[in-house]
């Protein structure tokens, strides 16, 4: 197979320029501190190559047509986030150690990238357990709500402890559950699809069939009101609204879906007081900018500062933003890369999205096809959610930036989806190799005629 | 699906692209504005991090310096040795109030943007070495800042003193003052706490009472009468016989003089006498605009181009000048007339100059670290107050006054001194507000000056211009004598 090796080898000089910019960034940041070699490159540097070394023999040797861009463009942004990281950890009195732990995290990552690979040899096997997904999924993301168990911080109760270790397991959660609403809904989507009334041009399907709706919305207000975060609500429901109508059609579901949660929002804006104040700040956050409108305000003259061409590493004080680690990490790279950095950041998502949704639209089974569909629009959700929150266009929410945010349940999640997408990818090109594969096929001719279908 | 797929596609790039755009908004078009927000850090640590030049008076003394500190974050510390002396020229320079005066002024001279990029300013930013700021050298000298200082006490009040053949400000005080080192520390606690402090305080320490306050000048404003009185045709053989009151045309309330005295005569025994019945009368007889223009022409209307804040003295206005009651109050410096002592000062300054009006400048040089002069203040024309004969024939009418006059205090043996006294009334009830304005020697002029006692000092209701001020003047005119060896 020759167009495999060629796809491996692009992903292996691709990374390689990863590495340059881990360690080329690294190096700077300490330069602009003091000169020579700093002390930890070699470990530094040694445990970046190694991991995505490991990484990358592991797709040539079990996803070995896969795309070759997805790992690379990880890759890179991980490799920004933890210069970073690096930079902030010398800023601070006492020097923190995030860089490193982000590291150990990265290892572990990179493990469970393996081990994805590895099992799963068929992504459309998965669609089997998608009730177990389903319960798992529910699971995760209302762990945090478990008394004992779940942790606030900063007002949000996103965390559970588990002896040293804090996670996030909603990071888990968003998976499970696009594994399982790709289950559900590759299953039932043309039930779903029957219009049984119209009004106007919408068709309108029987009404049990917005039961699932009603649950998802359910589990994205208790989101909401337990654990006390907008964006992660937001990111959930958005998910299966999003799923639901790429598989049925019907304008219906997502126009239901935004006047309940736009019902829900509105509710929550007048019970509680941190909704209301993530608004207030977003209008008019120089209205406190010691309050409320602290953080937002912090980041908005962090990439003021950096202006077009940035500081340069190490010599801002992105230390000055609040969480700048986890949250505001993309506020850190404005003010030392400046926006020729921020744009280069944001290309690189939005390639990643590109890639992805390119991905989905080649599937030829309504379970990949909706698998990777939801991946994708939960990667570029949470994206736009963060970069819009820290930049002012959106209200701030507390979602974690994709590879580049510190965080280790983040970056683990996150490697378990490239790993799934590693996988579909490669299993899509060898069906087109061998030509085999058929469930489902007539999709393709199908989705060029008009959307109401019934599809 | 893959339709519907696509849009969901489309419209994450569209959003992608709304973000880059808002990116370009933050970070490019709307940057300057946001990074130079005083709530941004960054900004005040970047100029803690740089050697701020110091501030010298005009004898080599400093006046404000940077020291460095131990502090990881603001690197410099900024510190005025003599604070209080010079207080209001220097400024002060603070983390969380800002700055003042020519801290203000001279900022970017102070912060090294200023002037032209030598190889090693273009080096520390290349390389990132500390910048060293350019140093300010104020013509204010030390010596007569401190005599001055002395000579005015506790009074509350101002001492302007100018070369005037130059405009050079030669002292500039205001009491009471304050030490700017209090509000400049990084002490966030401290410098509040004194800033708090200094706000509160009933004597506002703070206010240049030289340039940025206004005064009825009173009897002093008599010159820019008889000035205008002189250019149009009413000479200095102008005699009205004696008298207590003047009851101008349209009113009821006659203009008295100090003390219910009754005088008279020509200009020159009139002005020596401080005659508020002659200066009344004199300005009634003038035609229409003829004070104001005058006034002008001395400056009043303007705030003198300097380079730290200063107001614009009060004319009287065109409706003033309809009544002759008002006309008659406004010849002897009081109802809407007001100035400054730094505008009283520029009326002495530019009688003693032949009748022009030196740019008054509180800044000799600015030099780069390596000590070269990068910019220097020239001696300019402000105002062609009057003709050099009308000048001359002041300086005589102002000789008089010290010679024989209500100024006799402010003679220094050997030298003759032109002035004038000025007790201006205030609110009612309250002591007047004593002046006198002079300059020495009358006939190679090298000072003016200009002293204001508020509300009568320690004297209250007994204040003169002639019993309080006049001697403050003459120590300040005394000490620059001694000092530059006139």
């Known amino acids: 197979m020759i167009v495999p090796a060629v796809r491996r080898n692009t992903e292996a000089s691709l990374l390689v320029l990863a590495s340059v910019v881990a360690i080329g960034g690294y190096w700077l940041t300490s330069l602009s501190r003091s000169p020579g070699v700093p002390r930890h490159l070699a470990l530094y540097g040694g445990v970046f190559v190694a991991s995505y070394l490991v990484a990358h023999l592991a797709v040539r040797r079990f996803a070995p047509a896969s795309d070759p861009l997805l790992l690379p463009i990880a890759a890179l942004l991980n490799a920004i986030g933890l210069v970073l990281l690096a930079r902030l950890d010398v800023a601070y009195r006492p020097h923190h150690h995030l860089a490193g732990a982000q590291l150990r995290w990265l290892v572990i990552s990179v493990v469970a990238f393996v081990a994805t690979l590895v099992v799963v040899r068929d992504v459309r096997a998965l669609a089997r357990y998608r009730y177990t997904w389903a319960v798992a999924g529910v699971a995760f993301i209302l762990l945090p709500i478990v008394p004992g168990l779940g942790m606030t911080i900063n007002g949000a109760r996103l965390w559970v402890r588990l002896g040293p270790l804090n996670f996030q397991p909603g990071e888990f959660g968003k998976v499970c559950l696009v594994m399982f609403f790709a289950g559900y809904l590759s299953e039932r989507r043309e039930l779903l699809a029957v219009a049984i009334r119209r009004i106007g041009p919408i068709g309108i399907p029987e009404i049990r069939h917005f039961g699932p709706v009603l649950v998802a919305w359910a589990i994205s207000v208790v989101v909401l009101v337990q654990e006390k975060e907008l964006g992660a609500s937001l990111l959930f429901f958005a998910i299966f609204v999003v799923m639901l109508w790429v598989a049925t059609a019907r304008p219906v579901y997502p126009l239901s879906g935004l006047v309940l949660f736009g019902g829900g929002a509105f509710v929550a804006y007048n019970l509680f007081g941190y909704v209301r104040s993530r608004f207030e700040v977003w209008l008019n956050p120089f209205g406190s900018p010691r309050g409320h409108g602290f953080q937002i305000v912090q980041s908005l003259f962090a990439l003021a500062t950096g202006g077009v061409f940035g500081t340069g590493l190490g010599l801002g004080k992105p230390e000055l933003i609040p969480e700048v680690s986890t949250d505001f990490i993309f506020s850190a790279a404005g003010e030392e890369l400046g926006l020729v950095g921020t744009t280069a950041i944001l290309c690189a998502y939005a390639i990643f999205g590109a890639r992805v949704f390119g991905l989905a639209t080649r599937c030829r089974d309504d379970f990949s096809k909706l698998l990777v569909t939801g991946l994708g629009t939960v990667f570029c959700l949470q994206t736009l959610l963060i970069i819009g929150g820290v930049t002012r266009l959106i209200p701030l929410t507390g979602v974690t930036l994709p590879f580049m945010s510190y965080g280790g349940s983040s970056l683990l999640a996150n490697f378990v989806i490239i790993a799934l997408l590693l996988r579909v990818s490669d299993n899509l090109a060898v069906d087109n190799l061998v030509g085999g594969w058929t469930p489902g096929s007539s999709e393709s001719l199908a989705d060029l005629g008009p959307a109401g279908g019934g599809r | ?486």
Request: with cysteine.
């Open chain 2, 1 to 486: 699906m893959n339709r519907q797929i696509r849009i969901v596609a489309l419209i994450a790039l569209v959003l992608f692209g709304v973000a880059f755009v808002n990116l370009n908004w933050v970070q490019l078009v709307n940057a300057e504005h946001l990074a130079n927000n005083p709530g941004n850090v960054r900004v005040i640590l970047k100029e803690y991090a740089i050697a701020r030049g110091p501030i010298l008076s005009s004898d080599e003394k400093t006046v404000a310096l940077s020291v460095k500190t131990p502090n990881e974050d603001l690197k410099y510390l900024r510190t005025y040795p003599d604070g209080a002396t010079f207080a209001h020229v220097s400024g002060y320079y603070s983390s969380i109030y800002g700055r003042a005066q020519l801290e203000s002024t001279y900022n970017k001279e102070l912060t090294g943007q200023g002037g032209g990029l030598t190889m090693q300013k273009l080096s520390d930013q290349l390389f990132g070495g500390t910048t060293q700021g350019d140093t300010v050298v104020t013509t204010i000298s030390e010596q007569l800042q401190k005599a001055a200082a002395a000579a005015l006490g506790t009074h509350k009040g101002a001492i302007v003193a100018l070369d005037p053949t130059t405009g050079a400000v030669l002292a500039m005080v205001s009491s009471p003052s304050y030490d700017p080192t209090t509000i400049s520390s990084h002490d966030a606690n401290a410098d509040t706490k004194a800033w708090k402090a200094l706000q509160a305080d009933p004597g506002k320490p703070m206010l240049n009472r030289a340039a940025s306050q206004t005064y009825p000048p009173g009897s002093t404003f008599k010159i820019i009468t008889a000035a205008a009185a002189l250019q149009n045709g009413l000479g200095v053989s102008t005699s009205y016989g004696p008298t207590g009151q003047f009851l101008p045309a349209q009113t009821t309330s006659p203009i008295k003089n100090f003390g219910n005295e009754v005088c008279g005569g020509d200009m020159a025994q009139a002005l020596a006498q401080s005659c508020n019945v002659y200066f009344a009368r004199l300005a009634t007889q003038l035609p229409a605009g003829a004070l104001a223009k005058t006034a002008r022409d001395f400056g009043f209307g303007e705030a003198p181009p300097l380079d730290i804040p200063d107001v614009a003295s009060r004319l009287p206005t065109d409706a003033d000048l309809k009544s002759p009651a008002f006309t008659a109050q406004s010849a002897i410096g009081q109802y809407n007339v007001a100035g400054t002592p730094l505008q009283m000062a520029l009326v002495a300054a530019g009688i003693a100059n032949q009748g022009k009006i030196m740019t008054p400048r509180i800044v000799k040089e600015v030099r780069d670290p390596q000590s070269n002069v990068i910019q220097q203040s020239k001696p300019s024309v402000w105002k062609t107050a009057v003709p050099p004969d009308v000048a001359a024939t002041l300086t005589t009418l102002m000789e008089g006054v010290v010679h024989a006059g209500t100024g006799t205090a402010a003679q220094i043996p050997g030298v003759k001194v032109a002035g004038k006294t000025g007790t201006a009334q205030t609110a009612a009830g309250q002591p007047p507000h004593a002046w006198f304005i002079a300059f020495a020697p009358a006939d190679a002029p090298k000072i003016a000056v200009a002293v204001l006692v508020e509300n009568g000092g320690n004297l209250g209701s007994e204040a003169t211009g002639g019993k309080l001020s006049a001697p403050i003047a003459q120590q300040v005119m005394l000490a620059d004598k001694q000092v530059r060896g006139w």
